[in-house]
């Protein structure tokens, strides 16, 4: 009876410790981590940043940021904007700067999305950004960047000097490389073990206890061998916010690649009324999932029917069905 004990309690820490995420107050938290020859990049470099994040705030918030207020700003990171709307950029000498963002806002609904951020050299135009693993049409913000990029002060997530992001960050990435459409498509929903190639920083938040007492647990944990650990800086780590939350649920976004080969197309995707399926052969049993894996619709489809998703909150959903295949979709 005591080992059977044992066993629930053990499966129980490891539920609660599995797939977490850290919420940020919007007033003073932060996470600093020391400058390294790792995190610094010259004019010509190539990066990829990676990061999934929820937030329902309408303004300017930092996300990664390593500029330096005392020189110009020079440096690079990436934050949001009002209308939901998502940046990426590179300052070299003062007042010149390389910088995308997302053409079309809307993705600080209150849901997670990934954001993939890659920038080849200095030129925008070589630029990308991807959200939920689809390819944005960025709007090129400035193309005027000279000078160098290096700087000495420390990488910042979820802040700037006096501005502080509000919402859940989980799964950061940062890269020494251009990710290839096939990376970001293969990898923006699955966690990754630390020691893949150029993976110079990676921050899986999977610490703690959700919603808990977390007062001893204040550095966040690199997987890399690099060790850009981070210190939590003025988190209050108890309680729903301020704190150790839920995070992505990987176990539902893992699925969204298994029909690949199938010749079943879901369409429009995205989709603001309805969609629907070509080529199902019979009738199907479907559930329908959010970011999180919370259930929200189930049913059964056929050939030439429509599923009505107007009443979807905007974000990023997957049908799944009853033999496991299973397709993303994004509601506008």
């Known amino acids: 009876m005591k080992q059977t004990y044992l066993l629930i309690i053990l499966l129980l820490s490891l539920s609660l410790k599995g797939q977490n995420a850290l919420d940020f107050d919007g007033s003073n938290d932060w996470i600093s981590i020391q400058d390294q020859n790792s995190l610094d990049l010259l004019a010509n470099d190539n990066i990829s940043i990676e990061f999934w994040f ?5 303004g300017f918030k930092p996300i990664i940021n390593k500029f330096d207020t005392n020189d110009g700003f020079r440096g690079y990171g990436v934050a949001l904007y009002g209308g939901g709307v998502l940046g990426i950029a590179k300052i070299g000498n003062p007042g010149t700067f390389a910088q995308i963002n997302t053409s079309t806002g809307g993705f600080n609904d209150g849901n997670w999305h990934h954001f993939t951020g890659i920038m080849l050299g200095t030129d925008p135009n070589n630029y990308k950004i991807y959200i939920d693993g689809a390819l944005q049409t960025p709007t090129i913000r400035s ?3 000279t000078g160098t990029l290096t700087n000495s002060v420390p990488l910042r997530i979820g802040s700037d000097a006096s501005t ?7 799964e950061i990435r940062i890269w020494s490389k251009g990710l290839s459409a096939s990376e970001v498509n293969s990898q923006w929903n699955k966690e990754l073990t630390g020691n ?3 993976l110079v920083a990676y921050y899986n938040f999977n610490q703690g206890v959700k919603n808990g007492n977390n007062a001893s647990v204040t550095t966040l944990n690199d997987a890399t061998s690099n060790n850009n650990n981070g210190t939590l800086n003025n988190f209050t780590l108890n309680g729903s916010t301020s704190n150790w939350v839920d995070g992505v649920n990987f176990s539902t976004l893992s699925t969204q690649n ?3 080969a199938s010749p079943i197309s ?7 009324n309805v969609i629907k399926f070509n080529n199902l052969t019979s009738l199907k ?3 329908i999932y959010n970011t999180l894996g919370r259930e929200i619709s189930k049913g059964n489809i056929s050939m030439n029917e429509t599923l009505d998703i107007s009443s979807y ?3 990023l959903y997957f049908l799944k069905f009853d033999n496991g295949n299973t397709f993303k979709f994004i509601k506008n």
């Open 196 to 198: 893949e190639s150029n």
């Open 164 to 170: 502080y992001f509000l919402g859940s960050l989980d």
């Open 54 to 58: 929820k937030t329902t705030f309408n």
């Open 285 to 287: 049993s479907y559930t």
């Open 266 to 272: 879901l369409f429009p995707n995205p989709s603001s």
């Open 313 to 315: 909150s905007s974000g």
């Open 258 to 260: 298994n029909i690949l």
């Open 143 to 145: 193309n005027n960047y």
